[in-house]
């Protein structure tokens, strides 16, 4: 059944083009072509660039946060109890009000403790400031290489200026050992950020990392299988060109430096929205979609290559209107926010929620108005001062 499966999966009709099989594509002592076996490469390769990682972050990009004044913020912790632990391990992080009754009757505690202690229990496993730049660091460091090796791999290319010579006698496209090893370096990147997922700080655009970095490595790997090298280069070299400037604007915005970030992530916004917008779909969409067929008729490689660059470019457009959003806001209030695309982490918001939380069960509410002479008004009615002061609870005329 296995060996079934395997021929029906590696039929030639699926990745060559009609008139062409695998027969074809025999190699020679002079000519190589891309061999299905070489992604598995890919997997070990992964695990030593997590290892690198762990020792760059530890080593080089955890110190220069302390030189550059990367400070994190002072979080209380909780205190050691071990019936709210394994509630917290099991169940859930964040207790209903009936569970939190029955939990303190448990532990013998007041209820209102007890909810602290899981707000501090949550705040320990937020990920501190320190950790994001160490991170945004990372990828800032592989970017920069992996964008520049592309471009070192790829000037000398006539596919880079002339885009109809990535079907030039497709696909009987030598492998040259240059466009393997770049090969090689992106899909070890991407299955690394995939195996560091769970422990990776995790963003407002959760699922959409996913989406982009399966279709990604689907992508990588179907266009080697396929031999799609020449236009698979070009689809990497372009999102590195913005990516590459992301991660250092993140790295301004945890230093504080305001004006360095708002500066470089108007150049990446004007760098992502032209790589993404304009140059990918004429670049790659349009070449892969219209100039293929001088060369050769429709097959399902073809149409299934196609697919996942449209996946891709719908990602583009979400992340676009993203950015686009946080340039209008910039216009207007001439500062940057800081949920720079994909830089807002959804504990952040549980922190905010938090709070509000912890000070409206204090009884402090906060009022929308405050005017110049100390009176405290809402929804500009008339000052509060002139018609009600409260004391013990009950409402007294002045």
């Known amino acids: 059944m296995a060996r079934s499966l395997y021929e029906w999966l590696w039929q030639h009709e699926f990745w060559l ?9 025999q190699e020679s002592e ?85 909810e602290k ?43 880079l200026w002339d885009h109809r010579e990535c079907w030039t ?17 992106e899909l070890s990147f991407y299955w690394s ?29 179907f266009s080697y299988c396929a031999n799609y090298i020449r236009i698979g280069t070009l689809v990497m070299v372009i999102h590195d060109a913005s990516d590459c400037l992301l991660e250092p604007t993140k790295i301004f915005n945890y230093m504080k ?3 360095t970030c708002d500066s470089l992530f108007m150049i990446f916004s004007a760098v992502f929205l032209i790589s993404r917008l304009v140059i990918y779909p004429y670049t790659v969409l349009y070449n892969t979609y219209y100039y293929s067929m001088e060369i050769f008729q429709p097959f399902f490689g073809y149409y299934f290559v196609n697919v996942l660059l449209m996946i891709l470019q719908l990602l583009h457009v979400f992340w676009s209107c993203l ?13 940057m926010e800081k949920d720079m695309r994909s830089d807002t982490e959804e504990s952040d918001k549980d922190e905010e929620r938090d709070k509000i939380r912890e000070k409206e069960k204090n009884g402090i509410t906060c009022f929308s108005n405050v005017t110049s002479n100390g009176y405290i008004q809402r929804n500009g009615s008339e000052p509060l001062d002139n018609r009600v002061h409260r004391a013990n609870g009950h409402a007294k005329e002045r």
Request: aromatic share 14%; glycine share 4%; net charge positive.
């Open 17 to 25: 083009p009609p008139g062409i099989t695998w027969e074809d594509m």
């Open 323 to 335: 950015i686009i959003h946080m340039v209008y806001k910039f216009i207007l209030q001439g500062t």
């Open 30 to 114: 002079d000519t190589h072509y891309p061999q299905p076996r070489d992604l598995l490469l890919s997997i070990p390769f992964a695990l030593i660039l997590v290892v690198i990682r762990c020792a760059f972050e530890r080593a080089v990009a955890l110190p220069l946060s302390t030189k550059l004044g990367v400070r994190d913020k002072q979080r209380p912790k909780a205190q050691p109890n071990p019936v709210l632990e394994t509630f917290y391990s099991t169940r859930r992080k964040n207790p209903k009000e009936g569970e939190l009754l029955s939990l303190a009757k448990q532990c013998d505690l007041p209820v209102r403790n007890v």
């Open 117 to 159: 202690w899981f707000w501090h229990r949550r705040n320990m496993d937020r990920p501190s400031l320190s950790k994001k730049f160490s991170e945004a660091c990372w990828r800032f460091t592989f970017y920069i290489i992996s964008f520049f090796t592309g471009l070192a791999v790829l000037y000398d290319k006539p596919w």
């Open 193 to 221: 950020l995939v195996l560091t997922l769970p422990f990776d700080v995790k963003r407002k655009d959760f699922k959409e990392q996913i989406v982009h970095h399966a279709a990604t490595i689907f992508l990588i790997s």
């Open 257 to 259: 430096w305001k004006r």
């Open 169 to 185: 006698g497709y696909p009987q496209q030598p492998l040259q050992p240059s466009l393997f090893w770049y090969y090689m370096l």
